[in-house]
């Protein structure tokens, strides 16, 4: 299952413009990351936001979230060819009976930054 | 290791066979995760470790997929009876703690069902 949902699937920028993608999301959550996958495989993580911060900053990178709308924007300024990637948001979906969290991922966001 | 070591890379198998996959995680690192990507799409979780236990397993799509982590470290991840449809890259990922804390994640294993 898959908690999360970014918008929009794919973007398409100019280097030097700034790109933003959205992640909305279920049920309520203690912490929302945002990861980063090249076109090989490995995701690296990018910033952790807790369910009582608003907004938070990582360099070229800005996350906000808003728990009353479930959802979370990572805007990257300055954009890259280097940040040609798939982003992705990552949840958590509460506690299971034995008091664990699992960690659920969106679809993603393909972005292309064109030099 | 300094990273999340996944082996194999690739793993080319004929359809009902049998097939291991291997995560040697951080050192230290309490908490081990699998998930299983296909093209397009974002990781699909399959289950979570908290040391030894699994502490959650309700992403295993079937009875065919088992995974164990018996010294609390190296898990390997079971599939029997191989379909074309688990055709995918298995990503392992572990974090110091767990729960949704910060995970370093393999280079996954491409996984074809011929």
């Known amino acids: 299952s898959q908690q999360g949902e970014e918008d929009p699937q794919a973007l398409s920028i100019q280097e030097g413009e700034n790109a933003t993608m959205n992640c909305s999301y279920k049920?309520?959550?203690?912490?929302l990351q945002w990861y980063r996958q090249n076109s090989g495989r490995g995701l690296v993580h990018l910033i952790l936001?807790?369910?009582?911060?608003r907004e938070k900053h990582s360099g070229r990178l800005r996350v906000t979230l808003d728990t009353s709308k479930k959802s979370s924007s990572l805007l990257i300024t300055a954009s890259r060819a280097a940040d040609t990637a798939s982003y992705f948001c990552?949840?958590?979906?509460?506690?299971?009976?034995?008091?664990?969290?699992?960690?659920?991922f969106g679809t993603g966001t393909k972005l292309q930054v064109i030099p | 290791g300094a990273g999340v070591s996944q082996t194999p890379s690739n793993k080319v198998t004929e359809k009902g066979k049998y097939v291991e996959l291997r995560c040697d995680p951080i050192?230290?690192?309490?908490?081990l995760y699998w998930y299983r990507q296909s093209l397009g799409q974002g990781p699909e979780f399959l289950i979570y470790?908290?040391?030894?236990?699994?502490?959650?397993d309700s992403g295993l799509p079937n009875d065919r997929f088992f995974a164990v982590r018996p010294e609390g470290s190296v898990s390997t991840l079971k599939i029997q009876r191989t379909e074309r449809g688990d055709s995918a890259v298995y990503l392992c990922?572990?974090?110091?703690?767990?729960?949704?804390?910060?995970?370093?994640f393999g280079q996954g294993t491409r996984l074809t069902v011929v």
């Open positions: 990922a572990s974090s110091r703690y767990g729960g949704n804390t910060e995970a370093f």
């Open positions: 049920t309520s959550i203690n912490n």
């Open positions: 936001i807790r369910s009582n911060e």
């Open positions: 990552a949840t958590d979906e509460g506690r299971n009976s034995g008091g664990y969290q699992k960690v659920t």
């Open positions: 050192s230290g690192h309490t908490a």
């Open positions: 470790f908290q040391g030894t236990g699994a502490a959650d």
